[in-house]
């Protein structure tokens, strides 16, 4: 088991660290078979956290590599998007999900949103449950595309 002082999660922009969208582009291309992603978090989501109430969390060790990331991103006044929510397998079940979320839950609350969305995918049946056992409700399937979502 992690001692807490190996693991500490920051706030940072999203972008600011080449190392997080390195991180990003790994583990969703490697262990999730998402190739195509790449573009997607080096280019477009760098531009969607420019504007709004958003913030970014990152977990890292003590060798200050990236371990886990969790991001809010908003929709609308009311509606944030949980996005990029990773952690390195060789980290879970540690509990640093569970700081991440719970940060992520705190930001939304304090900005005042109302909803959470996200998405995920039928595939990772332990995402699901984590995010069900928190009360998030699936409002839409699109293909393998489990969209999810809960009130504040």
């Keep these: ?47 969607k956290y420019k504007t709004g109430k958003n913030n970014f969390w990152i977990a890292i060790n003590k060798e200050n590599q990236v371990i886990g990331t969790c991001g809010g991103l908003q929709q609308t006044e009311d509606t944030i998007k949980m996005n990029c929510f990773y952690i390195n397998s060789k980290y879970r079940n540690l509990g640093i999900g569970k700081k991440l979320y719970n940060l992520f839950i705190d930001f939304a609350k304090k900005e005042n949103y109302k909803e959470i969305i996200l998405c995920t995918f039928k595939a990772f049946d332990r995402a699901i449950r ?23």
């Design 1 to 47: 088991m992690l001692e807490n002082n190996e693991i500490e999660i920051i706030e940072c922009e999203y972008g600011e660290r080449e190392d997080v969208i390195r991180f990003l582009v790994q583990i969703t291309s490697e262990e999730f078979g998402f190739t195509d992603w790449k573009d997607y978090f080096e280019h477009k989501l760098v531009e």
């Design 130 to 152: 984590f995010y069900e056992e928190r009360g998030f409700k699936l409002y839409e399937k699109i293909e393998d595309e489990f969209w999810y979502k809960k009130q504040l």
